[in-house]
């Protein structure tokens, strides 16, 4: 260190306060975010040295500037060496990776070392992190590289000119901290787990690649066309080549700065539910190649009723989160699949994935089952609708949302928020959310679960004008016990559009039985869905409900005998298995009904 250096106040972080400002820049955005169909990366999943860092002190003692030496050659003394520091394996939540850890909401810091070995043919480095809740900031050999905003979008970073051959030290700074400003904010119903939770990659890849690739079924057509989007890394013109083997299909189209748009003529069997049909698609440009599984379909809505294919379907759905005892917000594919063939036995072939993205192979496993998905954004409850910077996050969530998921078939509706009141600023807020989900897709329908007009009470909210589809989440039989205000809503109402019943349901310990009017036993959950199915089974503008929901899940926010931290509607116990009385009579009805 230079004598300059030595000379420096070493005190003077004790009086910065704004030291995390240098650490907000560099944004990784929806803009920068790669397409990862069919990539392989270099996967820095496993072991991570890892600390907790409640003050702070790694960005406002710069941490990640220290050279990594050991002890007995430091000449000053340190707060912090990731050498000595715990570990954790990546992807997890530190949330639930120790029972003293369960509730730390602040900064932690994930180091490792990689080890970089250049690649004439693929010389730019990129890393894509799956999900960190809530920012993120990244570190390499001691340099800022960039931050994200988001718990549960990916991000890219490009490595290429920071990385040096051989050994590389790697940090992220992860802070789960709740915020007014953030999305979602400070008060939510679900547990705030933090962590690297998702897949951690490092991709190698060519001087020009092939950053983003659509091929979609073009809407509103005789489903003999596709609408095909190529993106480059880079400004560059050439031609990129598409396959569908099994439709003996290839196209060649020009790439004129970077981009590439056009419509394909081909007639593919088309994707649903019962026929979940996917093509091996394959993009290629020069030396590089993305390969999807993709199927074709079309969602469109006709009055109040949703279009799947051109035949009206009515969506048998239910709601999930993302949640475990055992690892918090880590969905691993063995718990996505028993999700789903739980949701069969229900009788669903809908999902609503319930507040913010899950991870992104939900959708890729719904595209080969045969489920229909509900994605959304966690723009939840009380949002500052009045802040530029809230906006600007949310809809970079949607974007980065959008663009990871838009080749998947099961998705069939983005939706932009939850619950909000309804007022100018929120309408404002919403209004450009669902502008920004139409610019990034026409293909999908835009929705939000809404609140009702409490003085006419009826179904109406000015927000609808710019929705597909209109959510209704209504509690009657728990939150309003009274069931006759359901008969009085359903009755005032006429709206245009489809309405999906978008949360309904009633909390129950599992194994408490009593009368069916006695609050959280299963018999009250089970008569109240018995009401619920038979209130909204014949009203012909309501085209499918999502119930609140499929498990039992972690909320700090409800300590009653009962729930215990829990929050109790689900149809089957937190232990992901025991199912109560309800899930029967939900798939007593979903087994039996055909919308006339
Ligand atoms: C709301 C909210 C859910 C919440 C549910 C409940 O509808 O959207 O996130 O968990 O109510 O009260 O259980």
């Known amino acids: 260190m230079s004598a ?38 270099v996967s820095l999943n496993g072991t991570w040295n890892f600390t907790l860092d409640l003050f702070d002190e790694g960005l406002r003692q710069k941490w990640f500037a220290d050279e990594p030496l050991s002890p007995e050659l430091w000449r000053k003394p340190r707060d912090y060496d990731a050498g000595a520091g715990q570990t954790i394996t990546v992807p997890s939540c530190w949330t639930t990776w120790k029972p003293e850890w369960k509730y730390f909401e602040g900064g932690a810091w994930y180091t490792r070392t990689i080890e970089w070995l250049p690649s004439p043919e693929r010389p730019r480095a990129f890393l894509r992190v799956g999900a960190a809740n809530y920012r993120a900031r990244v570190f390499l050999n001691g340099e800022f590289v960039g931050s994200h905003r988001g718990g549960s ?12 051959p051989g050994e590389n030290r790697l940090q992220i700074q992860v802070d789960n901290s709740r915020h007014p400003s953030h999305v979602p904010m400070n008060h939510i119903d679900w547990f705030n787990d933090g962590g690297l939770y998702r897949d951690v990659d490092i991709l190698q890849l060519p001087p020009v690649f092939i950053a983003d690739a659509t091929l979609q079924l073009k809407p509103i057509s005789d489903f003999s066309a596709l609408d095909l989007e190529i993106t480059l890394s880079d400004k560059v013109s050439g031609t990129a080549n598409i396959s569908i083997p099994e439709l003996d299909a290839t196209w060649s189209v020009d790439i004129v700065d970077g981009k590439a748009r056009a419509t394909l003529a081909a007639s593919p069997v088309l994707w649903s539910p019962d026929y979940p049909k996917r093509y091996e698609v394959t993009f290629a440009y020069e030396g590089d190649r993305i390969v999807e599984q993709i199927g074709f379909r079309e969602v469109r809505i006709e009055g109040t009723r949703i279009l799947l294919n051109g035949k009206s379907i009515y969506l048998k759905g239910i709601c999930v989160h993302e949640d475990d005892v055992v690892v918090g917000k880590v969905s691993t594919e063995e718990d996505v699949r028993r999700r789903f063939a739980d949701a069969r036995d229900l009788g669903c072939n809908f999902l609503r994935l319930s507040h913010y993205p899950h991870h992104e192979h939900v959708a890729r496993i719904a595209d080969e089952l045969g489920f229909l998905l509900w994605e959304e ?28 998921d838009r080749n998947r078939a099961s998705v ?9 009141a309804d007022t100018d600023a929120r309408y404002q807020f919403m209004k450009s959310l669902a502008t920004i989900a139409r610019e990034e897709d026409s293909s999908r329908l835009v929705g939000a679960a809404c609140l009702i007009n409490r003085e006419e009470f009826r179904i109406e909210d000015r927000l609808a004008e710019h929705l597909d589809v209109i959510g209704i989440n209504e509690y009657f039989g728990w939150y309003e016990p009274d069931f006759s205000g359901l008969q009085t809503l359903l009755a005032n109402s006429t709206p245009e559009k489809p309405v999906i019943i978008s949360e309904t349901g009633a909390d129950a310990k599992s194994d408490f039985h009593g009368r069916n009017d006695e609050l959280y036993t299963e018999e009250c959950q089970a008569r109240i869905y018995a009401q619920q199915v038979a209130s909204i089974a014949s009203v012909n503008y309501i085209c499918g409900l999502t ?8 909320s700090e926010r409800r300590q009653t005998v009962f729930n215990q931290g829990f929050n109790r509607k689900g149809l089957i116990a937190e232990n992901k298995k025991t199912r109560k009385q309800a899930f029967d009579v939900l798939a007593k009805f979903y087994h039996s009904y055909e919308r006339k």
Request: proline residues 6%; contains cysteine; glycine residues 8%.
């Open 377 to 404: 954004i966690p723009v939840y409850w009380a949002i500052d609708f009045d802040s530029d910077s809230t906006l600007a996050d949310a809809g970079n969530q949607l974007r980065e949302l959008i663009r990871r």
């Open 4 to 41: 300059r250096e030595e000379l420096k106040d070493p005190f003077a972080h004790l009086h910065d306060e704004a030291y995390a400002s240098p650490y907000d820049g560099n944004p990784a955005t929806a803009d920068t975010l790669l397409a990862m169909g069919g990539r392989e990366g």
């Open 153 to 164: 979008t990916p991000f890219c970073f490009e490595l290429t000119e920071q990385l040096r």
């Open 547 to 554: 119930p609140w929901l499929l498990y039992d899940f972690r």
């Open 412 to 420: 069939i509706l983005w939706g932009i928020g939850n619950e909000n």
